[in-house]
């Protein structure tokens, strides 16, 4: 490139203009989210992971097993001093699973409603590799969407940590096996329209089910989809230039290395990297055709954000009804993780989901 065209290029966002930009430095960043994850260390540069290409799957494991915790710690400090959701009532289930194993289901609703009213199908996070439906921050977000729907939240294996391990596909068997029931049972839990929705490793399970759920024919159990800040592309050890959040974000609260090892630890040795079904950003727009309405939600600050964005647009594509939503100055499920810091960016994303299940 020339140096005059050099002169008129306009300056890019984040690290694709400044490699050394970080959270606490991106001018786009909400300052009431650095403000929060400044005293943590998670606005600034994240570490090496202490791996590398040799590192065994059994490495990888033991790495996401000790950083669980931390991830869990965070949580209950953003969210335990958070007064108690009122009028909510919550329970358990525990069912089969297809695999012949047992998977517990959280239960929440408006407390002594009676009515039939849409239900949520939730798929908690962590790269379908770490953390657990009963952390602080799912917990709260299905009690806040509980109080106008019926929640259901799912306890699949992860591939690693406390719930491990469990490579695919045992995570999206989970959710298969949870939302055969959930439908089997709209008339007892009182469900109308079931929507399945999550987010991060979450996201990618929504998507992957209701891939998996039209290719065994059985789309019938889906009324919508509602997927926020996927985790789809499985493309993070070497990301590909199309994806340029990727570049653009990478440290801002996750770190492309350590995703690919989670990648490893999901699906060890790569063998359905291009699998729609492990990683549905591969889907073909013809995979898509027929789906039921869909949302995707995606933070401005994430490396994901482009993954995301490229698989609305295939779904518009696919004649699917869809609309995206870009969360402006934050992080990866920013919207999702400060409700104190962040009241009205919270509420508004419990809002939005909330209304697409009711609207539907």
């Given amino acids: 490139m020339s140096d005059t065209a050099m002169a008129l290029r306009p300056n890019l966002p984040g690290r694709l203009g400044d490699p050394d930009m ?7 960043a909400d300052p009431r989210m650095v403000a929060v994850l400044e005293p943590m260390g998670l606005a600034g540069r994240a570490d090496p992971v202490p791996l590398n290409a ?4 059994e490495d990888i494991r033991a790495l996401a097993a000790l950083g669980e915790p931390g991830f869990q710690q965070v949580f209950d400090g953003l969210f335990d001093s958070l007064a108690p959701v009122e009028k909510v009532e919550s329970s358990t289930e525990v069912i089969a699973g297809v695999d012949g194993n047992d998977i517990t289901l959280h239960i929440h609703r408006p407390a002594g409603d009676t009515g039939t009213r849409p239900g949520i199908l939730h798929i908690h996070g962590g790269g379908m ?5 009963e952390d602080a921050n799912y917990r709260r977000w299905r009690e806040e969407l509980g109080r106008s729907l019926v929640v ?3 306890e699949f ?3 690693a ?3 491990g391990n469990h490579p695919f596909p045992a995570a999206l068997n989970d959710c298969t096996s949870a939302l055969e029931w959930m439908h089997a049972h709209r008339d007892d839990l009182g469900v109308s329209k079931l929507v399945v929705s999550g987010e991060s ?3 990618n399970l929504t998507l992957a089910t209701a891939l998996k759920a039209s290719r065994d024919g059985r789309l019938d159990m889906i009324d919508g989809v509602y997927a926020q800040c996927p985790y789809i592309s499985g493309a993070y050890g070497s990301p590909p230039p199309e994806l340029a959040s990727l570049h ?4 801002y609260f996750l770190a492309s290395d350590l995703m690919g090892y989670f990648v490893e630890a999901y699906d060890p040795g790569g063998a359905n990297l291009t699998n729609p079904l492990a990683w549905p950003w591969h889907a073909s727009v013809d995979d898509l055709v027929g789906m039921p309405p869909h949302v995707i939600s995606v933070n401005e600050l994430d490396p994901l954000r482009d993954e995301g964005l490229d698989y609305y647009r295939k779904l518009v594509r696919a004649g699917v009804p869809t609309y995206c939503r870009t969360v402006n100055g934050t992080c990866h499920a920013g919207d999702l993780l400060m409700p104190s810091a962040m009241p009205e960016v919270y509420t508004a994303s419990a809002r939005d989901v909330a209304d697409f299940a009711l609207t539907l």
């Fill in 248 to 251: 653009e974000n990478d440290g």
């Fill in 161 to 163: 940590g406390a719930l």
């Fill in 129 to 133: 590799v770490i953390l657990t439906a």
């Fill in 157 to 159: 294996r992860n591939a």
């Fill in 22 to 28: 970080t959270l606490a430095t991106d001018p786009r």
């Fill in 201 to 203: 490793g979450g996201g």
């Fill in 152 to 154: 259901v939240g799912v």
């Fill in 54 to 57: 040799d590192s065994s799957l």
